[in-house]
């Protein structure tokens, strides 16, 4: 059974740094990783998906790297603002149909 | 575009009385959908996995004669809480996916508050 760990559980940064939320994954044999943010009492906002022979994908300020052979993925972020506080969850899926979802890490940017 | 709409964003309702959540995606064909639950700071749990036209498949340990689901159409899945419980409140998160891409986009959300 997969399963899906976010380290760490919360972080709290100065405005302006720079950022990696890692998440690990059991099982290697994924389809895809995606990095979702959520706001509080909000849905799913997509913001990078990773297929499995991908090493990378970048969007703005965000930079999301696959390693699949040691079940790892990270979440960068560049220049954190305010605007960046939310929840980030990772999601593995195996088939490209079911996600498993790790916790989630909750980010603090404060000004 | 992808956008998935879900209807409503917040209800309350007595216990032993019936809730239905309908999800919709607007600009696209869902020929799959998903419901989740969500419990307070915890993350998502996968219930069901509907395909258009056919019953859906449950998660392990999810009553599917609890939680109706219905997928009649290529944009619109309906969940279905009969007799609920105050332990059935929770935020129920939908999403959906077209036949073209593997990438799921997820609705709002409803809260579920059973009293």
């Known amino acids: 059974k997969q399963e899906v760990t976010q380290i760490p559980a919360a972080l709290s940064v100065p405005e302006g740094e720079n950022l990696v939320l890692n998440c690990s994954f059991t099982?290697?044999?994924?389809?895809?990783l995606q990095w979702f943010r959520q706001d509080p009492g909000k849905g799913l906002t997509s913001l990078l998906l990773?297929?499995?022979?991908?090493r990378e994908q970048t969007s703005g300020r965000l930079n999301a790297s696959l390693d699949k052979s040691s079940g790892r993925s990270t979440l960068y972020i560049a220049a954190s603002q305010p605007g960046d506080s939310a929840t980030y969850l990772c999601?593995?899926?195996?088939?490209?149909?079911?996600?498993?979802f790790g916790g989630g890490t909750r980010l603090m940017v404060k000004p | 575009g992808a956008v998935v709409s879900q209807h409503p964003s917040r209800v309350i309702c007595k216990s032993g009385t019936s809730v239905k959540i309908e999800c919709r995606s607007l600009?696209?064909?869902?020929?799959?959908m998903f419901w989740y639950r969500q419990f307070p700071k915890q993350s998502l749990m996968l219930m069901a996995t509907?395909?258009?036209?056919?019953?859906?498949?449950?998660e392990q340990g999810v009553e599917k004669d609890k939680f109706l689901i219905n997928h009649a159409s290529l944009t619109l899945s309906t969940l279905t809480v009969t007799s609920a419980h105050p332990e059935d409140s929770s935020f129920y998160i939908c999403?959906?996916?077209?036949?073209?891409?593997?990438?799921?986009?997820f609705g709002p959300g409803t809260r579920l508050t059973v009293t």
């Open positions: 999601a593995v899926s195996r088939t490209g149909n079911m996600l498993t």
């Open positions: 999403s959906a996916r077209s036949h073209r891409s593997f990438e799921q986009y």
């Open positions: 990773i297929q499995s022979s991908q």
């Open positions: 509907s395909n258009e036209g056919s019953k859906a498949t449950y």
């Open positions: 600009d696209f064909q869902a020929t799959t």
């Open positions: 099982d290697s044999a994924i389809y895809n």
